[in-house]
């Protein structure tokens, strides 16, 4: 496993991490309950594969499970700029999808360079 892979893993179990910490500290309003709840559910699917990919090295489907989890929590969060949503909570959304997006690149083109 290298560094990069370990990086993207890590980047990846610590979104999960504050997916699953958001349902506790929503209002309700922002992020909504249904949207922090299926938020938190993808955190700990993410958690599980990240841990299952760690242990099995190159795990085909907990790999793929972490990635499409944190794609799809990513895709959840973009509402949050189209539905007047506080400016400090578009930007720490803007941030979770430039982490996400870092950790996806770095746990594909690993995989990808690994498989070639």
């Given at each position: 496993?290298?560094?990069?892979?370990?990086?993207?893993?890590?980047?990846?179990?610590?979104?999960?991490?504050?997916?699953?910490?958001?349902?506790?500290?929503?209002?309700?309003?922002?992020?909504?309950?249904?949207?922090?709840?299926?938020?938190?559910?993808?955190?700990?699917?993410?958690?599980?594969?990240?841990v299952r990919?760690?242990?099995?090295?190159?795990?085909?489907?907990?790999?793929?499970?972490?990635?499409?989890?944190?794609?799809?929590?990513?895709?959840?969060?973009?509402?949050?700029?189209?539905?007047?949503?506080?400016?400090?909570?578009?930007?720490?959304?803007?941030?979770?999808?430039?982490?996400?997006?870092?950790?996806?690149?770095?746990?594909?083109?690993?995989?990808?360079?690994?498989?070639?």
């Open positions: 496993m290298t560094t990069r892979y370990r990086t993207g893993l890590i980047l990846a179990a610590l979104l999960g991490a504050v997916d699953v910490i958001s349902l506790a500290l929503t209002d309700g309003e922002n992020p909504p309950y249904a949207v922090a709840a299926v938020g938190a559910a993808l955190g700990l699917i993410t958690l599980a594969g990240v990919t760690w242990r099995t090295a190159r795990s085909r489907g907990w790999f793929w499970t972490v990635v499409v989890t944190r794609a799809v929590s990513a895709l959840t969060s973009v509402p949050a700029f189209f539905a007047g949503a506080p400016a400090a909570l578009q930007a720490a959304v803007g941030v979770g999808i430039v982490l996400t997006l870092t950790s996806l690149w770095l746990l594909l083109a690993t995989r990808r360079t690994a498989t070639v």
